[in-house]
């Protein structure tokens, strides 16, 4: 069960490693101006591999529950679904259900796991194998991988948690499948909570330390971009470093390349996306709007 890129490792890893009878994704939805419909990467991923796809809207429909035993599943792999799973779905397979999960339980738990660990400057983040029970990523789990978080971006950064996910997965698989697994329980007493991410999370802002506001742009995505308004023209900032240089608060020096000021320092946009543009360099973007060599910026 599973739906975004994340999952898509972990299914290549069970078709190599076990009888893969279904897969579940969530339903397709349109996207993009034209509104069309698009296939989720694991169902895309399952339909090249010739396995049965179910895309039940709600997992909460007994039927659900009746349909899954119809393929009698010894056990779930669960994967970045988007989905909760009933109780009476959990209670299908004889071994369980596991989920590959993008952080070191108990820390994030909740939808934004990797954003969150960028956001708050953690060095290290991981994933965890864990049974899966009611609660919110409340299981015990049988395995973890820590992953260094450094300057990566959250689409880098979940695609080697992805990588990572898949082979500890396969080995807790083996594990169950053989009896030796062990399971740790989590000490919720250092549970942290990973909200979903929105723009605001990740805007830039002129009152921000330069540490934070690169953290916030590497925590970006698609779904929450990182925002600003340079000179009145608004763009989604998508890569930037710190930088040399005297730029006052909430002033832009736009000589060459577009720098930033904030309130310990100064950084470089080395790319961003205009509003109704393409992809393009900081320094294209000063050239090409004819931006005063001094303007000013601020929070979209």
């Not at 039927?63 to 909760?84: F, K, Q």
């Not at 339980?105 to 660990?117: I, N, S, T, Y």
């Not at 890569?239 to 909430?250: E, F, H, I, K, L």
Request: net charge neutral.
């Amino acid at each position: 069960m599973g739906t975004p890129a994340f999952a898509v490792p972990s299914l290549d890893a069970l078709l190599r490693a076990a009888d893969v009878r279904a897969v579940y994704t969530r339903p397709d939805r349109a996207s993009g101006r034209g509104r069309r419909v698009a296939f989720s990467p694991v169902k895309a991923r399952a339909l090249e591999a010739g396995v049965p796809v179910e895309q039940p809207p709600t997992l909460r429909d007994d039927s659900v529950a009746e349909r899954l035993s119809t393929y009698g599943p010894d056990l779930v792999v669960v994967a970045a679904y988007g989905l909760i799973l009933s109780r009476a779905v959990l209670d299908v397979p004889p071994s369980g259900c596991l989920n590959v999960h993008a952080s070191l339980l108990p820390r994030w738990r909740g939808a934004a796991p990797v954003q969150r660990a960028i956001l708050a400057g953690d060095p290290f983040t991981g994933v965890s194998i864990m049974r899966m029970e009611e609660g919110l990523d409340t299981g015990p789990y049988a395995a973890q991988v820590t992953v260094p978080v450094g300057e990566k971006t959250t689409d880098s950064l979940t695609a080697e948690l992805a990588r990572a996910g898949a082979g500890a997965m396969v080995a807790v698989l083996g594990a169950v499948q053989a009896g030796t697994v062990t399971w740790t329980e989590q000490d919720d007493t250092f549970a942290t909570y990973a909200d979903k991410v929105t723009a605001v999370d990740v805007a830039l802002d002129p009152g921000l330390a330069v540490e934070e506001a690169l953290r916030r742009v590497r925590a970006s995505s698609r779904s929450a971009p990182c925002r600003v308004v340079v000179a009145g023209r608004r763009a989604v900032v998508s890569r930037a470093a710190r930088a040399d240089g005297d730029v006052a608060p909430a002033a832009a020096s736009c000589d060459r390349g577009v720098l930033l000021g904030l309130a310990d320092g100064v950084i470089r946009i080395d790319e961003l996306v205009p509003e109704g543009r393409p992809a393009m360099s900081g320094d294209a973007f000063a050239r090409g709007v004819r931006l005063d060599t001094t303007c000013t910026w601020e929070s979209a």
